[in-house]
């Protein structure tokens, strides 16, 4: 049996670092964004993040990513603070994660790598679960030569070994077979999904999206009166969630989806769709935004390209800024005149107005800050697609 590495951080605190590249495209700033997001999915995961390192270069090198000399700074600082996890900014192929283990000797892992195994942590329902390993597998078919672990047999030996066929094959056939069942069986839970979507009847659906931690789960709380799980850290929420919310009389369903992110893994986007159907379908999105972080612009755009990856298509948007109160916390001065802490917020509201043809609101979720204006608004949109898709309903309340 080879040697493996446990990927699950849950158990202990693993000492990991972090690895990045400053390019002609993605510049120190930037990669220092990157880099503080990248910490806080290792913190997610559990490991504790020792230090960042970064290297100016055109362009990764083939075989290590890093420069030879960075490479033997790296492996100095490892052997010295007894690091267990080199974290890599951006995707690995198959060759460098086999050189890196080789010459680092340590668990390399890439970005994408890292998001899996916390999607896999998290993932609660049979259709996160399936559609993770699904993601995990496509993820390790180009890169089973490179691994230090290998796959235990799922079948038995006599008669699946062709003659001089090498292990790697085998490994290849049996992650194949495993794709090809996983997809059957996300086939099977999308039709009962459709099925169950139709039965909900003729009521309007909104839906959440987001960045990832920006507050979407507690806004949920917040909306429908329900108790979903919502803490600081990132992916708190995987599975899609549906409340039926009543305001006023007027019913609706609001759904949560899981956040999205920077650099996430292609094979990630695609097992699930499934789970973003909920906004796909919804006749009102609700773009939930975390004001107070540094790149919330950033951010705002990532959603949108990831909403026009996933075929929304046009339909009314409400931006919610949420964490008003943390925003003026970090950048406002503590002696900073009243007035003209209301004057710059007047700005920033003035100009998002703008950006958004009137459709945004500031407020906190978990101060509850212009919570009933946030619902009015939501209220009158609602009442709003009931005219134009079920005008008989609406006559009803």
Request: glycine share 6%.
């Amino acid at each position: 049996m080879r040697k493996t590495h446990d990927t699950n951080f849950t158990k202990k605190k693993e000492k990991a670092i972090l690895v990045g590249l400053i390019l002609r495209d993605q510049p120190e700033e930037m990669l220092n964004e990157y880099l503080a997001e990248l910490e806080f999915l290792a913190e997610t995961a559990g490991a504790q993040v020792l230090r960042h390192f970064k290297q100016s270069l055109d362009h990764p090198n083939t075989k290590t990513f890093v420069g030879k000399g960075k490479l033997q700074e790296i492996k100095e600082y490892c052997e010295a603070h007894e690091v267990e996890i080199v974290i890599f900014d951006d995707d690995l192929s198959p060759k460098q994660c086999f050189t890196l283990e080789k010459e680092l000797e340590v668990l390399i892992l890439d970005r994408s790598h890292l998001i899996l195994d916390i999607f896999a942590g998290r993932a609660q329902t049979a259709q996160a679960k399936a559609q993770v390993e699904l993601a995990q597998m496509q993820y390790m078919l180009p890169r089973l030569r490179g691994m230090w672990t290998h796959l235990e047999r799922q079948k038995g030996g006599i008669g699946m070994r062709g003659p001089g066929e090498q292990e790697i094959e085998t490994d290849r056939r049996i992650v194949n077979n495993k794709i090809s069942l996983l997809k059957k069986k996300l086939q099977q839970i999308d039709l009962q999904n459709m099925t169950r979507r139709k039965n909900r009847g003729d009521m309007i659906r909104v839906g959440l999206v987001g960045y990832t931690n920006v507050g979407k789960s507690t806004l949920m709380n917040l909306m429908s009166k329900s108790e979903l799980f919502a803490e600081n850290k990132l992916f708190a929420t995987l599975d899609t969630t549906v409340r039926k919310v009543v305001l006023e009389r007027t019913p609706f369903l609001l759904s949560d989806t899981v956040g999205f992110i920077r650099k996430l893994p292609h094979s990630l986007v695609e097992s699930f769709k499934s789970t973003l159907d909920e906004a796909r379908e919804s006749d009102i999105l609700l773009h939930v935004v975390d004001l107070s972080h540094p790149q919330y612009e950033d951010q705002i755009d990532v959603v949108n390209k990831t909403l026009l990856e996933l075929e929304t298509g046009e339909k009314p948007v409400l931006t919610i800024f949420n964490k008003i109160d943390l925003y003026e916390e970090l950048f406002f001065d503590e002696y900073l005149e009243e007035e003209v802490k209301t004057e710059l917020m007047e700005e920033l509201k003035d100009r998002w107005k703008k950006e958004t043809d009137g459709n945004c609101i500031f407020v906190s979720a978990l101060k509850g800050i212009n919570i009933d204006e946030l619902r009015g608004k939501l209220l009158r949109m609602v009442k709003e697609q009931y005219q134009v898709r079920y005008p008989y309903k609406s006559q009803q309340w």
